[in-house]
């Protein structure tokens, strides 16, 4: 959904995606990889760096301290994801010698397999991750993508992907920015989005209002929640729609922060 390359978003339910994950969890043979010059064999993320599901699983894991590794998707080739020869979305992660391909999917095996406090499995979990999934979420594209401007914002991180020689990074930060103002009217058209600002920002205000004046949605402590909403607005922290919605609303802000600075970050370097 977030490509304009893609031709339609999957629409999987949790269901779905349980037996997505199943379905895709291959044998495969791990390789090493070399990271600050050690040998280490990490949870790795395929992603496109301005994906809001990506950002979902990457809050979750960095929240958790868990390190990974981040795989930048080229979008123009998809070559990274060669070894997924049917689903050919981000984000898609590999746990040792398991492939899971789908945010819902993966952080649920998170879930499962990283230990976390009890009471930050909340019971409205699965309600939130679907909010910030299917309505949150979807409200990013047209408004990352309003203005030429904002296109060519969404792709200054090109320049400085280490894995993409430099011929890549050029036709990425050239190519991305006019298909994604192409594909603009066709994404709002599909989710029947008419003011985008106004309706981020009505969408915002029911997230604000569940906090109902907490630190975080359920008191002191950061639950799940918080990551999924969170990560979806992460994607876009560099961007002008962040700055301008952050401006509207002082609680929102105050809220990003804290669970940013509890979240921190433990990506590790790029292979
Ligand atoms: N339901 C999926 C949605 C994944 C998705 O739509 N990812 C977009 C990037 S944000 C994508 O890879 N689109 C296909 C493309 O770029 O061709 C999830 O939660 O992981």
């Known amino acids: ?11 999987f ?11 895709f969890a291959i044998v495969v043979s791990r390789p090493f990889s070399f990271c600050n010059g050690e040998k280490k064999s990490l949870p790795k993320v395929y992603q496109y760096q301005i994906c809001p599901y990506c950002h979902r699983v990457k809050a979750y894991l960095d929240f958790l301290k868990v390190q990974y590794e981040v795989i930048e998707v080229n979008p123009l080739t998809k070559s990274e994801l060669a070894f997924s020869k049917e689903y050919k979305k981000v984000p898609i992660a590999v746990f040792d010698d398991e492939i899971i391909a789908d945010s819902g999917a993966i952080i649920n095996y998170i879930s499962k397999n990283f230990p976390s406090s009890p009471e930050f499995l909340t019971n409205d979990t699965e309600k939130w991750m679907e909010w910030s999934e299917k309505r949150l979420a979807v409200l990013l594209y047209p408004n990352i993508t309003r203005s030429k401007e904002e296109c060519w914002e969404c792709f200054a991180y090109a320049d400085n992907v280490p894995t993409w020689n ?10 991305g920015p006019i298909a994604m103002s192409f594909a603009n009217g ?3 058209k599909k989710y029947g989005i008419v003011d ?14 569940a906090l109902n004046g907490n630190k975080f949605l359920h008191g002191e402590k950061v639950t799940l ?11 876009i922290r560099n961007f002008q729609t962040f700055r301008e919605v952050m401006a509207d609303s002082p609680a929102l802000k105050r809220w990003y922060d804290d669970v940013d600075t509890a979240t921190g970050s433990s990506e590790s370097c790029a292979v």
């Open 13 to 23: 339910s949790k269901k779905s995606s349980f037996a997505a994950s199943a379905a």
């Open 225 to 235: 929640p918080d990551l999924m909403v969170f990560g979806v607005l992460r994607s």
């Open 186 to 188: 066709r994404i709002k």
């Open 196 to 209: 985008e600002r106004k309706e981020l920002k009505e969408v915002l205000v029911e997230w604000v209002t």
């Open 166 to 175: 430099m011929l890549w990074r050029s036709a990425v930060r050239t190519i």
């Open 1 to 11: 959904m977030f490509s304009a390359f893609s031709k339609r978003a999957f629409a």
